[in-house]
């Protein structure tokens, strides 16, 4: 049930932008790195890392984790 | 309370720090175009965690990385971290078993870890592949990963397929554990643009373990030798016009074999400020259920028998939650150069042990970089 809900919910948000695709010369915005999910790189990992010491809970970001005895 | 020095501690060190601080080749789930410059960077961490009274352990962390584009299609990133960690064991039972692992030794261990991922950027997508290594003391991991990323010919939705394979070897001979863990993970990814200010993804994630999950130092730790584990991360950025600010949000939802289902929301702001100042506020909640066989640590006299299955008290199976607040400062400087600090503390709110001593940490994080 959650697992659909979460599916639903963002297709529907991917749905919203299918009346009005945005432009090339409207990305200026979307180009700055704050806009993006990357943010910054290490700070990330640091605290990604911190919480898999601290939580059960750790990953859903990208692909290729692991690397420490923290299980 | 005075700490008293055990053997196991040292090995539990290694494994804290590591925990904390391992830096995997990592790749997020975002395709890009070709970087027009490269960039260097440099973090320093400093970690401190504590239960009531007590401090316990303390990390410091050293990670340099760059990323540099080559023949006009390409790049490469790679990171290596120096880590060393020093304090006292956490408190795992607070009460009735205090005295036997409560107490804390010094603690002295180093880690090394590198990465490196190389990139082919293509017309409407990318291929990546990273290879990544971490060896300490008794723990050695290599991983490896490929990630392919698609868009769309109106390059507002990029579709991420990846996947991972990591092999870790245990060689802890003062605990006489030797053994093998192999976790083969797989993510699909959607990232939408929906306005000229609005993005979103959303992240699936499903890994696959076998082997051992537990800790050598641990008292009275027994897992399944397999742990599956599924995730959804949904994350929003939204740009302010008013205030020229963004915000960041973000939710995942964890489940895995051992019953965890966990909630975590986060929330950032990103402020630019004048003279090229950014401040960055931050919130996070978490809460978790308790594995379906973590044990309250009042009843935990001594270690079970094998035959009684799985069984655990390490806290981070608990049923907890916690909370997170955070500032971070960013300044640009001349020549391409941008130096930050960011603080951060952390409260474990409420937990469903009442044995159990709720953990806090805080951390600092200085930064330097420059693009290329």
């Given at each position: 049930?959650?697992?659909?809900l979460?599916?639903?919910?963002?297709?529907?948000?991917?749905?919203?932008?299918?009346g009005?695709?945005?432009?090339?010369?409207?990305?200026?915005i979307?180009a700055?790195?704050e806009?993006?999910?990357?943010?910054?790189?290490?700070?990330?990992?640091?605290?990604?890392?911190?919480?898999?010491?601290?939580?059960?809970a750790?990953?859903?970001a990208g692909?290729?984790?692991?690397?420490c005895?923290?299980? | 309370?005075?700490s008293?020095?055990t053997?196991?501690t040292?090995?539990?060190?290694?494994?804290?720090?590591?925990a904390?601080?391992?830096?995997?080749?990592?790749?997020?789930?975002?395709?890009?175009?070709?970087?027009?410059?490269?960039?260097?960077?440099?973090?320093y961490?400093?970690?401190?965690?504590?239960?009531?009274?007590q401090?316990r352990?303390?990390?410091?962390?050293?990670?340099?990385s760059i990323?540099?584009p080559f023949?006009?299609?390409?790049s490469?990133?790679?990171?290596?971290?120096y880590?060393?960690?020093?304090?006292?064991?956490?408190?795992?039972?607070?009460t009735?078993?205090q005295?036997?692992?409560?107490?804390?030794?010094?603690i002295?261990?180093?880690r090394?870890?590198?990465d490196?991922?190389?990139?082919r950027?293509?017309?409407?997508?990318?291929w990546?592949?990273?290879?990544?290594?971490?060896?300490?003391?008794?723990?050695?991991?290599?991983?490896?990963?490929l990630?392919?990323?698609?868009?769309?010919?109106d390059?507002?939705?990029?579709?991420?397929?990846?996947?991972?394979?990591?092999?870790?070897t245990i060689?802890?001979?003062?605990?006489?554990v030797?053994?093998?863990k192999e976790?083969?993970?797989?993510?699909?990814?959607?990232?939408q643009?929906?306005?000229?200010?609005?993005?979103v993804q959303?992240?699936?994630g499903?890994?696959n373990g076998?082997?051992?999950?537990s800790?050598p130092?641990?008292?009275?730790?027994?897992r399944?030798?397999?742990r599956?584990?599924t995730?959804f991360l949904?994350?929003?950025?939204?740009h302010?016009?008013?205030?020229?600010?963004?915000?960041?949000f973000?939710?995942?939802?964890?489940t895995?074999?051992?019953?965890v289902?966990?909630?975590t929301l986060?929330?950032?702001y990103?402020?630019?400020?004048?003279n090229?100042?950014t401040?960055?506020?931050?919130?996070?909640?978490?809460?978790q259920?308790?594995?379906?066989?973590y044990k309250?640590?009042?009843?935990?006299?001594?270690?079970?028998?094998?035959?009684?299955?799985?069984?655990s008290?390490?806290?981070?199976?608990?049923?907890l939650?916690?909370?997170?607040?955070?500032?971070?400062?960013?300044?640009?400087?001349?020549?391409?150069?941008?130096?930050?600090?960011?603080?951060e503390q952390?409260?474990q709110?409420?937990?469903?042990?009442?044995?159990?001593?709720?953990?806090?940490?805080?951390s600092?994080q200085?930064?330097?970089?420059?693009?290329l």
């Open positions: 049930m959650m697992y659909a979460l599916l639903l919910l963002t297709l529907g948000l991917s749905g919203c932008s299918m009005e695709t945005v432009q090339p010369w409207d990305k200026a979307l700055r790195p806009m993006t999910f990357e943010g910054d790189p290490l700070d990330t990992k640091y605290v990604e890392h911190i919480y898999s010491s601290k939580e059960a750790s990953g859903g692909v290729g984790g692991g690397g005895g923290c299980n | 309370m005075k008293v020095p053997k196991k040292h090995v539990l060190g290694a494994a804290l720090f590591a904390a601080l391992a830096l995997p080749s990592y790749q997020t789930a975002f395709a890009e175009a070709t970087p027009e410059h490269g960039n260097v960077s440099f973090k961490l400093n970690y401190r965690d504590s239960q009531p009274g401090d352990i303390g990390v410091n962390a050293y990670t340099t990323m540099m023949a006009g299609k390409w490469v990133t790679s990171s290596y971290t880590d060393s960690v020093s304090g006292a064991s956490p408190v795992y039972h607070s009735i078993t005295d036997m692992v409560s107490g804390a030794s010094v002295s261990e180093k090394n870890a590198g490196i991922s190389l990139t950027y293509l017309e409407k997508g990318s990546t592949f990273g290879v990544s290594y971490s060896g300490e003391s008794d723990y050695i991991s290599r991983g490896y990963s990630q392919r990323s698609l868009l769309t010919d390059k507002n939705t990029t579709l991420t397929f990846g996947g991972s394979y990591t092999t870790d060689d802890a001979w003062k605990k006489s030797f053994d093998t976790v083969v993970a797989g993510l699909f990814g959607i990232t643009i929906l306005t000229k200010e609005d993005i959303l992240n699936i499903y890994s076998v082997g051992y999950f800790d130092y641990k008292y009275a730790d027994s399944p030798r397999r599956n584990i995730t949904t994350r929003w950025n939204h302010f016009d008013g205030s020229d600010g963004t915000g960041k973000s939710y995942r939802f964890y895995d074999s051992y019953d289902k966990a909630h986060s929330a950032e990103v402020q630019p400020l004048h090229e100042w401040l960055i506020p931050s919130l996070r909640y978490s809460s259920s308790a594995a379906y066989f309250p640590v009042n009843s935990v006299q001594e270690p079970p028998p094998i035959s009684i299955g799985p069984y008290v390490d806290q981070r199976l608990a049923a939650g916690a909370l997170t607040y955070g500032i971070k400062v960013e300044k640009k400087l001349a020549h391409e150069w941008t130096v930050d600090l960011k603080l952390y409260e709110t409420f937990n469903g042990d009442a044995g159990l001593a709720p953990f806090s940490y805080r600092i200085l930064g330097v970089s420059r693009v």
